[in-house]
């Protein structure tokens, strides 16, 4: 197990402790069962004192996450989850556990989609929505033409055509790149491994929205970064925070989602972009500009990248092209400038050689037609039904308490309830009738707050979003009304 200590930290030792158990619990990497060190072994191990590793021990402990038996050590417990699951082995001690490794969290190894579950948690579009058919016809007759395809690696880049239809398709967000300036990753999740993997190692300070993507979390937390975290409003990341952070600690990365945020929806104004970038500037840091769905607008089209605006080459630019086409030809696009981009293209080397190309050929087809435009036109009528739908439904039957952000684009609503609820203890509730939505305390970096949680109105047919939301308001109707502010729940 693999605890990061940054002894400069604002939060406490005992917090750190307890949240990278925490971490390693909820992301499946220490399951049930498991032994955990002995206090006097992990105060060695991590060379913090006895109290301090009493201290996160013993609020685990409080918690629920595990249990303590006399004469015999610290045992991980079974999540609350246990009533839905079909039941999962008990692990011993054993030797595999010793093997030191390197990761924090991994939460998305998690989420397995269940066939038959009202999936609200997924941030992915209904594949009813998604030119399966042609994409499908594309790749048989591709391979027909040219099947010597095969049997070649394509360019470590990425596909040179791809690149040139990219250049033109990224204007459209106003980012100014070259081909030569493109890089084609395994999906944007690749693009920030890529850029942690490159630019963050143990203590650098890597400063995220909070709420923010989990699986951004995951990469940086794996990497042993410091995380600071600044919240967002309505006009998003708060940048008069980010700035104190900046002038007090000089983050090397601020990573946003600045259109259509996940998990909140929000778009950030441009004029809060313009001064991301400032502060970027002034301290010479990085900016990662998490692009996976800016095309999906309900009302308005979105103030331009930031990308756009960048002279002196701070943003990197990622468009996951996951979430409006195909998940599973793992395209994204990676626009950077000058010795930041060349090295990210050394790490591109290292990891993969590559993407493959036959989806790269197969996606190149679908940016170059006109299909594009018109699906992504489909796109945004058929998802504003759905985000509606949802919206008319949380006003009809969730109780008083229950707040959420209207979004005006993306996938993703973000809903609170009052704060002493629990939503990972909803999440019990709602998978026995089947549903599934991501808890808002996976998308916290620093302090988790647990209130909260993401419906996602992209992935199921209206009926079943329907079936889900009204279920998920009732649960929420009857959750309110059996706990009082004062209860202490026992669930995490
Ligand atoms: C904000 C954000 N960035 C990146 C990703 C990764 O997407 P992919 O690697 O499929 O492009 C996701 C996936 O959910 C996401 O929500």
């Not at 010793?98 to 594949?127: C, K, N, T, W």
């Amino acid at each position: 197990m693999h605890i990061e200590i940054h002894r400069k930290a604002e939060i406490s030792l005992s917090q750190q402790i307890y949240l990278s158990i925490v971490d390693h619990i909820r992301s499946g990497l220490l399951q049930e069962g498991t032994k955990l060190p002995s206090v006097r072994d992990l105060s060695k191990q991590l060379g913090v004192s006895l109290v301090t590793v009493v201290k996160a021990y013993n609020k685990l402990e409080q918690e629920d996450f595990i249990t303590s038996v006399q004469g015999k050590g610290t045992f991980v417990n079974a999540e609350k989850k246990e009533e839905v699951d079909t039941g999962q082995k008990i692990l011993d001690f054993d030797w595999q556990l010793s093997v030191q490794d390197y990761l924090s969290r991994a939460q998305f190894a998690r989420f397995h989609h269940i066939p038959g579950e009202i999936q609200l948690s997924s941030s992915m579009i209904d594949p009813g929505l998604l030119p399966n058919q042609y994409l499908g016809q594309e790749i048989r007759q591709l391979l027909s033409e040219n099947p010597r395809m095969l049997s070649q690696y394509g360019e470590i880049q990425g596909d040179l055509q791809l690149r040139n239809a990219m250049t033109e398709y990224l204007k459209i967000f106003g980012v100014p790149a070259a081909p030569d300036n493109l890089l084609i990753t395994n999906g944007s999740q690749q693009g920030i491994d890529l850029i942690a993997r490159t630019f963050v190692g143990p203590g650098d300070v890597v400063v995220m929205e909070a709420p923010t993507y989990p699986g951004a979390i995951d990469v940086f937390r794996g990497r042993g970064a410091t995380i600071l975290s600044v919240p967002v409003d309505k006009n998003g990341m708060r940048v008069d925070i980010l700035q104190n952070l900046c002038d007090k600690y000089k983050p090397k990365i601020i990573y946003t989602m600045p259109t259509f945020h996940n998990p909140t929806g929000i778009v950030m104004s441009a004029k809060r972009r313009r001064q991301v970038l400032d502060i970027a500037e002034s301290i010479q840091s990085i900016i990662i500009e998490d692009d996976p769905w800016s095309e999906i607008y309900f009302e308005k089209k979105p103030p331009a990248s930031i990308k756009s605006i960048d002279h002196y080459g701070h943003v990197i630019y990622l468009k996951g092209l996951s979430k409006t086409l195909a998940p599973s030809c793992r395209i994204g696009i990676l626009a950077a400038s000058g010795s930041i981009f060349n090295r990210l293209l050394a790490a591109k080397a290292n990891a993969d050689l590559g993407s493959p190309l036959l989806t790269q050929k197969l996606i190149l087809l679908f940016i170059k037609s006109k299909r594009m435009t018109d699906h992504m036109k489909k796109l945004r009528t058929a998802l504003k039904i759905r985000r509606d739908l949802v919206l008319e439904l949380l006003s009809q039957h969730s109780p008083s308490g229950v707040t959420w952000v209207t979004p005006e684009g993306g996938l993703n609503l973000w809903i609170s309830l009052p704060s002493w609820i629990n939503t990972n203890h909803i999440l019990v509730e709602a998978k026995k009738q089947q549903i599934t939505f991501l808890p808002g305390s996976a998308c916290y970096p620093v302090e988790q707050e647990n209130h909260q949680l993401r419906l996602s109105y992209s992935y199921m047919n209206e009926q079943l979003l329907r079936q889900g939301a009204t279920a998920l308001c009732s649960i929420f109707r009857s959750e309110i009304s059996s706990t009082t502010a004062h209860d202490n729940s026992p669930y995490f």
